[in-house]
């Protein structure tokens, strides 16, 4: 496509609930990124994926979040029981490779209740 | 520990007025990059600088990536209420090249 897509671009669960995000990158590009983003806060690193090679996922903060890339292309970010502290807007992004540019999705706004 | 800080953390100018954003690290990066971020969306790349020293402009705004790639300025010029945003710079180190972002500065230009 022409942008990262991301979905759904809102999400209320309720504590304990696991929840599934998706991001659709830019067709071509190699490198896919997670970030999370508190309000009015800088970006947190999540996890990164870089064509076949194994993922970074030094940035995932607890062992209830998990990441997969399929075929290359789309991604999804699980949270399994979900906390209130993991409210936040979550961010995909794209580049055509490692330290290029990054095309960021629009996020997910998860609100956990 | 926050490898990249900004400051200010917030700025609230007239329109017309000029300002600078400063992003300060005590660890060097093989490139810098500047990205805007307005509500709802996500951010926004502006400006990539890979050189010590390295100076680039974009219409009204000025990127300076210092001479030991520790630190960057973004230099606003006449800003306009459309400069409105949060800037965030991010710094790529390591092998990887992975981008580290700084804290953000909330920029907010009053008509």
């Known amino acids: 496509g022409a942008g990262v897509s991301q979905s759904p671009s809102n999400k209320v669960t309720e504590k304990g609930k696991d929840v599934e995000l998706r991001c659709d990158p830019i067709s071509g590009h190699t490198a896919l990124y997670w970030y999370r983003q508190s309000l009015g806060q800088g970006l947190e690193f999540l996890i990164y994926f870089q064509g076949n090679s194994a993922p970074d996922k030094s940035g995932l903060p607890s062992d209830r979040f998990s990441a997969e890339r399929t075929g290359g292309s789309v991604s999804t970010l699980t949270i399994q029981r979900t906390q209130q502290e993991d409210s936040a807007v979550y961010l995909c992004a794209s580049s055509l490779e490692l330290g290029y540019g990054y095309t960021f999705g629009s996020g997910t706004r998860l609100t956990v209740v | 520990t926050q490898l990249l800080e900004q400051s200010p953390q917030f700025l609230s100018i007239q329109e017309g007025e000029n300002l600078t954003v400063y992003c300060n690290s005590s660890?060097?990066?093989?490139?810098l990059q500047w990205y805007r971020q307005e509500p709802g969306e996500g951010p926004v790349l502006l400006v990539t600088?890979?050189?010590?020293?390295e100076v680039k402009k974009l219409k009204r705004l000025t990127f300076q990536f210092g001479d030991a790639r520790k630190d960057s300025s973004l230099h606003i010029t006449a800003a306009q209420t459309g400069d409105t945003g949060l800037y965030l710079c991010a710094g790529a180190r390591g092998a990887t090249n992975k981008l580290i972002f700084g804290t953000g500065t909330l920029l907010a230009v009053q008509p």
């Open positions: 600088v890979v050189t010590g020293g």
């Open positions: 660890s060097v990066f093989s490139s």
